[in-house]
C-alpha cells in the first residue's frame, strides 16, 4: 500500500507555546481524517487569533493531551533543540509466510511530521524598543510581540495545508470495514528529538505490540 506523508513546516515556539500549538495543528488533522460520527467544536486559541475545530471526543481529547504532556516533559529536559512528532496512520493486515503461520502486522498508509524548534526567550523589562543582556536570551517586547505574529502566521500556514492535502490526498485511504465502530483509523503518535531519525521512529513502530484507536 503506498504510504503518504506530510511534512509540516518547522515552527520556532516557546516552551509555553508548545501545548497550544500541537493542540491547534493534532485537533486539526484527526478531524480531517476522523470516521463515524463526530461532534465538531470550534475552539478558539488562547495565545493566538486562530480557531481550529476538535472532533469533540474525550478519548481524542484525553490521547492528544497525554502526548502533548509526553512531549512537553521530554522537551524541557533538552531547550532549544529541534523535536518532530509522527502521527501515522495505519491498518492491520494478515500475512502469510510459507514457513510459519500468519500473523498480524501494520501497514502504514499516511505520516504527518510535525517539526518544532523550541526556543528560549525571556522577556525583557528594562527597555520595549532595544534588546539587552542578549547572551541571556532576553528580548525586548517588541521581539516578543514580532516572534508571536510570525508563529500564528506560520500555524495558519501549516493549517492550511494540512487542509490541502487531507483533500487531495484521497487514493491511499484503507478500506473502512463494514460496521466499523470508532471515530479513527487506527494510529499512533510518536515523538522524535533531534538526535533520532524518520528511520528511526519506523523501526520502534513496527516493534510497537499495540494498537492504538479510539471507539
Known amino acids: 500500500m503506498n504510504c503518504e506523508s506530510c511534512e509540516l513546516k518547522e515552527l520556532e515556539v516557546e516552551q509555553f507555546e508548545i501545548r497550544e500549538v500541537l493542540r491547534c495543528i493534532l485537533h486539526t488533522i484527526f478531524f480531517h481524517r476522523a470516521l463515524g460520527l463526530v461532534r465538531p467544536r470550534d475552539v478558539d486559541c488562547e495565545l493566538f487569533e486562530l480557531t481550529y475545530v476538535q472532533c469533540g471526543v474525550a478519548e481524542v481529547e484525553k490521547e492528544i493531551e497525554e502526548k502533548i504532556n509526553e512531549f512537553i516533559t521530554k522537551v524541557s529536559k533538552h531547550p532549544n533543540r529541534r523535536n518532530q512528532i509522527c502521527l501515522s496512520f495505519y491498518e492491520m493486515k494478515s500475512k502469510q509466510s510459507a514457513w510459519s503461520s500468519s500473523k498480524t502486522e501494520r501497514v502504514y498508509w499516511e505520516r504527518w511530521f510535525i517539526n518544532l524548534q523550541i526556543i528560549n526567550q525571556r522577556m525583557n523589562t528594562k527597555s520595549k524598543h532595544t534588546r539587552v543582556g542578549s547572551d541571556h536570551g532576553e528580548f525586548s517586547l517588541e521581539e516578543k510581540k514580532l516572534h508571536r505574529s510570525a508563529l500564528e502566521a ?62
Open 154 to 215: 506560520s500555524i495558519r500556514e501549516n493549517l492550511l495545508r494540512i487542509i490541502k492535502f487531507a483533500n487531495e490526498k484521497m487514493d491511499h485511504l484503507p478500506h473502512i470495514p463494514p460496521n466499523f465502530e470508532g471515530i479513527s483509523y487506527p494510529y499512533e503518535i510518536a515523538i522524535l528529538s533531534s538526535a533520532e531519525s524518520s528511520l528511526d521512529i519506523l523501526k520502534r513502530m513496527l516493534q510497537t505490540g499495540h494498537q492504538t484507536t479510539l471507539s
